[in-house]
T-cell receptor
Framework: GDSVTQMEGPVTLSEEAFLTINCTYT??????LFWYVQYPGEGLQLLLK?????DKGSNKGFEATYRKETTSFHLEKGSVQVSDSAVYFC??????????????FGKGTKLSVIP | DTAVSQTPKYLVTQMGNDKSIKCEQN?????MYWYKQDSKKFLKIMFS???????INETVPNRFSPKSPDKAHLNLHINSLELGDSAVYFC???????????????FGPGTRLLVL
């Protein structure tokens, strides 16, 4: 079945450090790929997405490129801030029939940024 | 304006009780979902539902049942609550899609359920 694997956390970085959170997927088709972010005590918010190979999603300084050859969608940010502290989820999305699409999430990576 | 809302935000109840969580979306979306997030933050799809069909994750116990009075609502009813049902439950919605371009799912704020 479809699955998403992302690096285990927690990840602790100093402010202005470079961030990479790895994500790889397995799927029978060609899924759309997403990064969602969950701030403490809140629901999930879409951070960025890519719908086909070589697409780059970007938002708030975060970037991820859909790499079909390596089945990866790694999240990067050049300089993290304390306000980026959250749990980050990688997800793949495939059509599951009858007009519905199923999101398969990775287990989440908790990021803590210290001043 | 809240796009996807859930009530209650917190729910504490005893084992064996029956409870419901309500979800409403004002985005005009055709498809709604329920997810369960466990204590380790792992998110798992429970149901997806649109005006055509209910798709159930086969691992979800039949004590859980979604009920949709109309297109804007998908409530989650849970019978005979167990300790292991304690989790955060998220509702989400997305537009029905033709062509497969990766539409976003919009999530509610979550309902934190604690079964004692």
């Amino acid at each position: 079945g479809d699955s998403v694997t992302q690096m285990e956390g927690p990840v602790t970085l100093s402010e202005e450090a470079f961030l990479t959170i790895n994500c790889t997927y397995t799927a029978t088709g060609y899924p759309s790929l997403f990064w969602y972010v969950q701030y403490p005590g809140e629901g999930l918010q879409l951070l960025l997405k890519a719908t086909k190979a070589d697409d780059k999603g970007s938002n708030k300084g975060f970037e991820a490129t859909y790499r079909k050859e390596t089945t990866s969608f790694h999240l990067e940010k050049g300089s993290v801030q304390v306000s980026d502290s959250a749990v980050y989820f990688c997800a793949s999305r495939l059509y599951s029939g009858a007009g519905s699409y199923q999101l398969t999430f990775g287990k989440g990576t908790k990021l803590s940024v210290i001043p | 304006d809240t796009a996807v809302s859930q009530t209650p935000k917190y729910l504490v109840t005893q084992m064996g009780n029956d409870k419901s969580i309500k979800c409403e979306q004002n985005l005009g979306h055709d498809t709604m979902y329920w997810y369960k997030q466990d204590s380790k933050k792992f998110l798992k799809i429970m149901f997806s539902y649109n005006n055509k069909e209910l798709i159930i994750n086969e691992t979800v116990p039949n004590r859980f049942s979604p009920k949709s009075p109309d297109k804007a609502h998908l409530n989650l009813h849970i019978n005979s609550l167990e300790l292991g049902d304690s989790a955060v439950y998220f509702c989400a919605s997305s537009p029905e899609e033709s062509g497969g371009s990766g539409e976003t799912q919009y999530f509610g704020p979550g309902t934190r359920l604690l079964v004692l």
